[in-house]
């Protein structure tokens, strides 16, 4: 046996009523009856914050990883700069002229090169798994000896 309960709805929300028990081919009184009875489940709260726990944990783990990658950009630049700043000698003044057009043609060279490497979808972090590994599993050295 049911019990009559008559509620007033915003014109809005009973509009998505009928429209979601249109949709789903469902009596209004259905849709309205389990989304009393979903608000009121008592697992309905554990099961909303396992969501959120869930999508917490991915943020944390795509976080941890940006944070890496930042790390592994910012330790090649350093690294990359200070080897640059250590063999490069300093240009005599007559020179600075040629040396300023030589590095701009460098540099629009190093733009395109990038351009074409980031289409590709090449990256660095990639790669450094890659050769680390090949580094670190020497290959075998060939004989030879005549036999």
């Known amino acids: 046996m049911r019990d009559r309960m008559n509620v007033y709805f915003p014109p809005a929300l009973l509009k998505q009523i009928?429209?979601?028990?249109?949709?789903?081919?469902?009596?209004?009184?259905?849709i309205v009856e389990a989304a009393v009875a979903s608000f009121l489940s008592p697992d309905g709260a554990d099961r909303r914050e396992a969501a959120f726990t869930r999508r917490l944990d991915r943020l944390s783990?795509?976080?941890?990883?940006?944070?890496?990658?930042?790390?592994?950009?910012?330790?090649?630049?350093?690294?990359?700069?200070r080897f640059w700043l250590t063999?490069?000698?300093?240009?005599?003044?007559?020179?600075?002229?040629?040396?300023?057009?030589?590095?701009?043609?460098?540099?629009?060279?190093?733009?395109?090169?990038?351009?074409?490497?980031?289409?590709k979808g090449q990256s660095l972090l990639q790669e450094i798994p890659e050769d680390v590994n090949r580094f670190a599993t020497p290959e075998p050295i060939e004989d030879l000896t005549p036999g």
């Open 61 to 81: 783990r795509q976080m941890q990883r940006l944070e890496r990658n930042v790390g592994i950009s910012t330790e090649t630049l350093a690294l990359f700069v």
């Open 87 to 119: 063999i490069t000698p300093p240009l005599p003044s007559d020179a600075q002229a040629a040396a300023q057009v030589k590095g701009r043609e460098r540099y629009e060279g190093f733009i395109e090169a990038l351009g074409r490497r980031l289409q």
């Open 18 to 30: 009928a429209d979601l028990a249109d949709r789903k081919g469902l009596s209004r009184s259905a």
